[in-house]
């Protein structure tokens, strides 16, 4: 079940574990109480998620990479009763202790004098199974969005939605896997990787958690090398900083059959690398926190030898069983099949709404479908494209620029490493393009070079008008390019930023 350095943990002692936790949590708290978690990429976190499923708890994972000050805001939003975290997070845990009174167990995962330890609340529950009285529409996870507008919001996944995404995974993204395989982790445990875990679990294959600190290519080829993993979840930047490490050639990675791509775009040009460099395993998911399985492009549905093939790398697949999409334009009205519109969404795999917050959920879930703030249209075969954000959008002149676009055109350029879009003010066109780019080590690129190159792949009122070259690009705690903040330097002083 569990597969770390100098650790095998079987699934019959994996079941033992989890049902002596689940019993010491309901000795401790009551059913339907919150368990957040705080920790590093160990198996000890998703023992906890499965433990809190059995109590009748909610799992309320916490990215360890966020500020204390929002960790601590989640902690007094979800109302938790349990605080359980990995001892590198001692300090961050002493100060929420102090903020935080209400929260009746803290508990860390080595033992530490000031804190209770997670060995005791496995040994001293006898084996006996819980069974709490557990309704399918029972809040099961508890999950924090990014919050790149406003306060985070936490959404709520039951147990009918953890069924519905486990098997949308299985017949979407993940149709070969089986208990022969090993997923191995690399992104926080508090991301998507989780729900592929669970995949991977329903077919009684292994977890593997390599004990890395941090997202380092050798360390991963390494990890990848040793264990003969099988398959990972991998956000498209993580990718990309694999496609770059000079050295990749020397690693075996023939072990790997299944890489899943998601929690942001997944550029066309760094996809078509990847595949050159690791083959065809690549599978690319579509959702978000609200409905984490809407669309799966599988890795055998990609065709590289033809033009429609080619055009469809962009595409994130089929809607996946138990996940109905509509795209729509701004009346509600379903548009047709090449046009572009909001992606909505109904079914399992959506969430019944945020944790105590009635009108931000009536904000997005309007007459049983999720509007997912996407832009995207149908091809005439069902395949969804993905055009970008309804909030990133830029209007220039009266017309309507998706930055997507523009970023998989610089991406094409081969001294560009990252990119991002934004509208800046235009004194004529209201907003005009402006190129955010991060080059490559040891190149050089100019503004005019970076303009005319997209000249002569874009129409010309989608081309940037400027360029800016930036060391990195902003990013959230999940990897994500913050639009939002690199959009605020450009208009600050103005009455609107639209």
């Keep these: 079940m569990w597969l770390a350095p100098n650790l095998s943990i079987s699934y019959r002692e994996g079941a033992q574990r989890i049902n002596r936790l689940a019993s010491s949590f309901l000795q401790h708290g009551k059913q339907r109480d919150r368990v957040a978690i705080v920790s590093s990429n160990r198996f000890e976190a998703l023992e906890c998620y499965f433990a809190a499923l059995t109590a009748g708890m909610a799992a309320t994972p916490l990215n360890p990479k966020l500020h204390i ?96 995404m486990v098997q949308s995974h299985r017949l979407g993204l993940l149709r070969d896997i089986n208990e022969f395989d090993r997923m191995i982790h690399f992104a926080p445990i508090a991301h998507a990787t989780t729900s592929i875990g669970l995949a991977y679990i329903s077919v009684g294959a292994a977890q593997v958690f390599p004990g890395l600190t941090r997202f380092d290519p050798p360390q991963v080829f390494d990890a990848i090398q040793r264990f003969g993993a099988t398959g990972s979840f991998m ?91 509509r795209i729509i334009d701004e009346e509600g009205n379903e548009v047709d099949c090449n046009t572009a519109g909001e992606i909505t969404v109904r079914g399992d795999v959506v969430t019944p709404g945020y944790w105590n917050r009635p009108e931000a959920t009536n904000e997005v879930l309007k007459g049983g479908w999720l509007h997912t703030g996407d832009v995207g249209y149908r091809d005439e075969d069902g395949y969804i494209f993905i055009t970008d954000r309804v909030k990133d959008m830029i209007i220039s002149g009266g017309s309507n620029i998706y930055p997507r676009e523009v970023e998989e055109v610089l991406l094409q350029h081969e001294a560009i490493a990252e990119a991002c879009a934004v509208g800046v003010p235009d004194v004529v066109w209201g907003e005009s393009v402006k190129a955010v780019v991060v080059l490559r080590p040891g190149v050089s690129l100019t503004e005019d070079e970076v303009i005319e190159f997209c000249r002569t792949r874009l129409a010309t009122y989608k081309k940037p008008k400027s360029v800016d070259f930036v060391t990195e690009l902003p990013k959230n705690a999940y990897g994500k390019v913050l639009k939002k903040d690199i959009k605020a330097r450009y208009w600050q002083g103005m009455s609107r930023t639209i």
């Design 69 to 164: 000050d929002e960790i601590s805001f989640m902690i007094a939003d979800s109302g938790a009763s349990f605080f359980v975290f990995s001892p590198e997070f001692a300090d961050v845990a002493s100060e929420l202790r102090r903020r935080h009174p209400t929260v009746g167990q803290w508990i860390c995962m080595e033992p530490l004098p000031e804190f209770s330890y997670y060995g005791d609340f496995l040994t001293n529950a006898g084996d006996s199974v819980p069974t709490p009285q557990i309704e399918p529409d029972d809040v099961a996870w508890l999950f924090y969005t990014s919050g790149t507008t406003g306060k985070p919001k936490g959404v709520m996944e039951t147990h009918r939605n953890l069924i519905a």
């Design 235 to 325: 956000a498209p930047t993580m990718v990309q900083m694999l496609l770059q490490y000079p050295e990749i050639a020397r690693y075996d990675l023939r072990s790997v059959k299944n890489i899943v791509c998601g929690g942001a775009p997944m550029y066309a040009e760094v996809l078509r690398q990847a595949i050159d460099v690791f083959g065809p395993v690549f599978s690319q998911g579509f959702g978000q926190s609200e409905a984490p399985a809407q669309a799966a492009m599988h890795k055998s549905m990609y065709d590289l030898t033809t033009e429609k093939g080619i055009k469809r790398v962009s595409s994130v697949g089929h809607e996946v069983p138990g996940a109905y999409l």
